[in-house]
């Protein structure tokens, strides 16, 4: 019964409180949860039917109901509560508990929560580059609890130790092991995957093989050889991934080469420009990348040009013997050589002409070449093309050395070599032996030339002076300049009158040098004029001389009155002045230009008239001859006065002339009469002196020329006039034909009358065409022959209205126009009218 009591009380209860603790998620899923993540828990009361204001939930933790607010913080809900923390710890993991009040009964519900660590990846490396074809090592290395697990993938498959390709893996599968990469192959994404509990996490990792360089191309010069002043060019090329940088060193100096004036740099190219003695020795290419290097050296020897010794220059006298040394050093075939102008002397070497040679005679000194360009002896046979050189080397080696051979029994050049000496000996020197000799020694490399003079000693020559008289005045400066070829050197000295003229070093100078001498006088006075040598000697021969004038110019005299009434013109003078008056004693007195002053009589008759100021002035160039004055007015008396000038000043004024003026006369004939033709042609002309009257119009007068049967050129047409403006100066002909030869005169006219003409004669090109312009429309002739050409129009309308109507216009005018029997009288009457109009009207075209 109390069993029954106690089971029924239980039941009871558990009916009184038919509610219950509810918490989600809940048993395992509440442990190792991923820390760093938020974390949510939610804890309800279920089955409770009452209010839910009567109902209460917390979560407790440590003893303590856990509030809103906080990283861990719960949010209160009706009938429930969550539990929330923020980017949960570890630390965070422990006994927490739900605990519910309602109606004064409190019920309580642990849960347990825990939290891990996340595995994670230390240093990921999301590149990683093995090298091809060795074992590759892909790491993945993760800090995580114990019990992670890690799994690879690779193209969507797992990888095992047991898959088809041998995968192997190392500590704690934290390094994939990959036996002979294959970059074809095994390039790819890989992911490393850590798993633990219920989470992963996963790095991809690209993998791409890199391969190390390797030089596959290595150019040097051709046998290590490079010549000097030219470039010397390596090339340097290889495989490898990524793809190689390249450095180049110069072993002995074991530092990088940069690109600068001597080297060209560019990736694998290295260029050595103008190469010299230090460029020789060894250089290194090397080719880098990210997993390692590769060198390559190459030799260079740079062939150097021979050196060649300076020759000294020799002076030497007419008849005499010189000898030019040339020592010369060199690697290789060296070829050394003279060449004088366009002759060349050199040695033939032994082993080409020993073959040819006779013992009787030293080999040194007689194996000689001349090469004669001018080819002026009597050596036929040797004379040899180019061609037969080549084919017929040996023949040829013969003809030189018979060549040789005459050159030395008869010949003053000779020449030997012996261990890197040349030497050119000319006996019997003769002017023509004077000049530059070339020493000019070869080898691969290139030549080296060598030049010495050869002076033929000779007497002076002066080969410049000043020919035209120097002139100066008092007080001025002068040079006097000479030039002269001379060996040795000449020494120079300046005469006067005999007289050696002295240096002082400021107001007289004399500048020498090799080949020319200047005698320089400042502030020259009276003394230093007249006639000056100067004189070049060097010790051989004549001394040679040149004479120069100095002239002393000074200011002209004044001139006595001008004559201007010898010639009496309308609208200007002409004056001369007494040409004795510029003779002076002292120097040239000779005026440059005159200045004439005019005043009208009436004009210099008033007080105190001044003539420079007040009278007009002329200046005119001084010939010694007439001198014009134009511009005056007709019909006037003048009186004139003249001021003669030149460089060394100018005269007082002259006593006055007198001039007068006619009356007008007819104009000058038109001046630079010209004629342009294109389609038309066009004369022009300049308005000539109108000799006092105002031109008042111009005449053109055409005429068409011919040739006649003796050759002459006469008229062939009419004479065409054409009469223009006083104010033009060009006129288009009309109505010209093309190729035909014209005469055309300008002729100006003014009141008094008609000036001469000007005739000009010309042929028309064939551009020029013959139609009538506008202009010729105007003109009176053209005029009558329109009319004429009208009225034959109208004339020939009124016989055919005659011939069709029987009646003619000038008929119908008349009403002349009967009946039927009498139109033939009419039509006779008509013709007669139409015949006598016709003969009337013709009159004024012929
Ligand atoms: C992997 O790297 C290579 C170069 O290193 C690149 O070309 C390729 O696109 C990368 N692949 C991925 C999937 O990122
Ligand atoms: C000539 O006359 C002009 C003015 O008409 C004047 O300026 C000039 O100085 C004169 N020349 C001489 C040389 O007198």
Partial sequence: MITTYLLLSLLGVTAVQGWSIHIQPSGERLLNRVAGENFLVVCSVKEYEGPASNVQVNWIHNNEIIRAGGRIMTIEKPLSSQLMIVRARKEDSGDYMCQVKLDGGIKVEPAKITFIKAP?????????????????????????????????????????????????????????????????????????????????????????????????????????????????????????????????????????????DLYTVEDGLLVVNSLTASNSGQYKCVATNEIGEDDQTATLKVFLKPAVEKIPSAVKEDGEEVTFTCEFTGEGKVNARFVFGEEEYKVISTTEASNEIEDKEDKDENEVEKADEDGDDDEDETTTGDAKDEEEDDEEEEKKWKRFVRDITSERVSVKEEDGVLKLTIRRLTSSDAGDYQCIVENEAGKTVRSANLAITHAPEITGFEREPVRASDGEE?????????????????????????????????????????????????????????????????????????????????????????????????????????????????????????????????????????????????????????????NKGYFVRAIARNEAGESE??????????????????????VKCDTSCEVSWTEPNDHGAEITSYKIEVIEMETNEHNEVVPSGEKDEYDVDADEESFVIPSMKPNTRYEIAVIAANSIGQ??????????????????????????????????????????????????????????????????????????????????SGRLLDGPAR
């Fill in 755 to 836: 000036s001469s003409a000007t005739p000009v004669t010309f042929d028309t090109p064939d551009t020029v065409t013959s139609s009538m312009s506008l202009e010729s429309l105007s003109s009176p002739k053209m005029i009558v022959v329109i009319i004429v050409v009208i009225l034959l129009v109208f004339l020939v309308i009124d016989v055919l209205c005659c011939f069709f109507f029987r009646c003619g216009i000038i008929a119908c005018f008349l009403g002349c126009c009967r009946s039927d029997h009498k139109k033939s009288a009419a039509a006779d009457l008509e013709s007669g009218k139409a015949a006598e």
């Fill in 653 to 674: 004024l002259s006593p006055q002339g007198t001039m007068e003026t006619t009356d007008p006369w007819t104009p000058e004939a038109p001046i630079d009469v010209l």
């Fill in 478 to 634: 002068f040079k006097l300049h000479c030039e002269a070829s001379a060996v040795p050197e000449p020494t120079w000295t300046w005469k006067r009158d005999g007289n050696e003229v002295e240096a002082d070093g400021t107001r007289v100078t004399i500048e020498s040098d090799t080949d020319s001498s200047t005698l320089t006088i400042k502030d020259a006075v009276k003394a230093d004029f007249g006639s000056i040598e100067c004189i070049a000697f060097n010790g051989v021969g004549e001394p040679a001389k040149a004479t120069m004038t100095v002239v002393r110019v000074v200011a002209p005299a004044t001139p006595s009155a001008p004559n201007c009434r010898e010639h009496l013109f309308p609208n200007y003078g002409v004056c001369t002045l007494n040409a004795e008056d510029f003779e002076s004693e002292e120097g040239d007195a000779t005026p440059e230009e005159i200045v004439f002053y005019v005043a009208t009589q009436d004009e210099a008759k008033e007080e105190g008239f001044d003539f420079v100021t007040q009278a007009r002035n002329f200046t005119v160039n001084f010939n010694g001859a007439k001198m014009r004055l134009h511009g005056l007015d007709v």
């Fill in 120 to 260: 994670k990846f230390i240093d990921p490396e999301t590149e990683q580059h093995p090298e091809d074809g060795t074992t590759a090592e892909i790491e993945c290395k993760v800090d995580a609890e114990p019990g992670v697990e890690i799994f690879w993938q690779f193209n969507g498959d797992t990888l095992g130790e047991s898959t088809s390709r041998p995968y192997e893996f190392k500590d704690n599968k934290q390094i994939l092991v990959i036996p002979r990469f294959d970059s074809k192959k095994d390039d790819g994404l890989y992911l490393c995957n850590a798993a633990q509990f219920s989470s992963f996490e996963t790095l991809h990792i690209n993998v791409t093989a890199y391969s190390r360089p390797s030089i596959t191309i290595f150019e040097s010069p051709k046998e290590d050889l490079g010549y000097e002043g030219k470039s010397a060019q390596f090339k340097c090329a290889a495989t490898g991934k990524p793809a190689p940088s390249y450095k180049w060193f110069k072993v002995a100096e074991d530092e990088e080469i940069v690109a600068s």
